[in-house]
């Protein structure tokens, strides 16, 4: 096993302070690290999605910040974080204006959707519209009003995307609409273990910002939705602890919520609320969070693969997304969802040949760890 960097620790705790959220009272900005940890700051910081939040804490710090000082690196380094901040801004700016004339049509038809990962974090959660970047638009529709979606975003010059059930494109703009968090059309084993739909998170959303048809999580909800997003993808991404970390600093009280046990037992979500808030604790500064996480008694398989995604993810190791699945699989009731969602994490439908094949390849290198014990706790 490599020896740890003492430079790449030191630019990664960086980055986190510079992008946790203020504190009651406001955190003052952390000071830049020496040189060559500054460089896995920025390293870190465009590998994990978090130049635009760094670039804006910094642009709009309201005291001198050492960063800007002097020359050398850290300048630069301040011109390349305020510059995601910048290009972030433009794109979701082109985002909003997208959703706002899709809430017309929406309204028009009587159908509501909901928005939901960064489209509805950046309405109100984080402090502005550049802090979080987002690849798409993510939306969530009745099963029964998905055609009809469909139809609208058609009429709105969106072509479907083939190789991506669900998505559309218009020029550089995204749209990825499902029935559920999870999106079982592209894999339907997801569905038996956490039946987050679009159903049920709609009874309970409120409006986005100033639309009509376009509707948001809950707050309770929008914490399940990401920490299942999160588990998905193996709690690889340091963006989706920041999401964490913004949306419980908009929501104070929202981890000692009944709401939010509630809601995450009735979509069989509670290792995944409690893996995701442990793995943001972790950041500086949020000892408190620490004290007061949520517990989890999951099974022995589970358990094992929860533990290994706590110990691979930090470490990047691409690993961390297979046992993520694995986690999620072990979740499922009944023998038969497991082996359904480990069919969808082998041949993952709509997908080509070869990136199946590495997905294969890697599910079953994390199976032949599992039995070599390499992996032993």
Not at 188 to 203: D, I, K, N, Q, S
Not at 334 to 341: F, I, K, Q, V
Request: include cysteine; hydrophobic fraction near 45%.
């Amino acid at each position: 096993m490599r020896k740890p960097d003492p430079a790449a620790a030191c630019g990664t705790a960086y980055i986190r302070a510079l992008c946790s959220p203020p504190g009651e009272v406001g955190r003052a900005l952390p000071g830049p690290p020496a040189p060559k940890a500054l460089g896995h700051a920025l390293q870190h910081a465009l590998r994990h999605g978090l130049a635009p939040l760094a670039g804006y804490r910094l642009l709009t710090a309201t005291h001198p910040s050492p960063i800007s000082q002097g020359s050398g690196p850290v300048p630069e380094t301040l011109s390349i974080l305020k510059n995601a901040c910048y290009a972030t801004l433009k794109r979701n700016l082109e985002i909003l204006e997208a959703l706002a004339e899709l809430d017309q049509k929406l309204e028009q038809a009587g159908i509501r959707v909901l928005v939901w990962k960064g489209a509805h974090l950046i309405h109100g959660i984080y402090p502005d519209p550049g802090a979080r970047p987002m690849e798409d638009m993510d939306l969530m529709a009745r099963q029964r009003d998905l055609p009809a979606l469909g139809d609208i975003l058609r009429s709105l010059g969106y072509a479907p995307r083939p190789e991506s059930p669900g998505g559309f494109r218009r020029g550089a703009l995204l749209a990825d609409t499902a029935s559920d968090a999870l999106n079982s059309a592209r894999a339907p084993g997801r569905l038996a273990a956490f039946p987050v739909t679009a159903e049920a998170l709609l009874t309970k959303a409120p409006p986005l910002g100033g639309n009509r048809a376009l509707v948001c999580p809950c707050p309770e909800d929008a914490l399940v939705c990401l920490a299942l997003h999160s588990l998905k993808h193996g709690l690889a991404q340091d963006r989706h602890s920041a999401d964490t970390l913004w949306l419980l600093w908009r929501h104070p009280g929202l981890t000692e919520s009944g709401l939010l046990r509630e809601r995450a037992k009735a979509f069989n979500a509670e290792l995944p609320l409690a893996l995701v808030l442990g793995r943001a604790a972790c950041w500086p500064g949020m000892e408190e969070l620490a004290a007061r996480l949520p517990r989890a008694a999951p099974g022995p398989f589970a358990g094992f693969c929860a533990r290994r995604l706590l110990t691979d993810a930090p470490a990047g190791n691409p690993l961390a997304a297979v046992y993520g699945e694995l986690c999620m699989a072990a979740l499922c009731p009944g023998t038969l969802s497991r082996a359904r969602w480990l069919w969808d994490l082998l041949v993952p439908p709509g997908k080509t040949h070869g990136r199946a094949l590495r997905a294969a390849v890697l599910a079953v290198r994390a199976v032949r760890a599992l039995f070599r014990g390499k992996c032993r706790m």
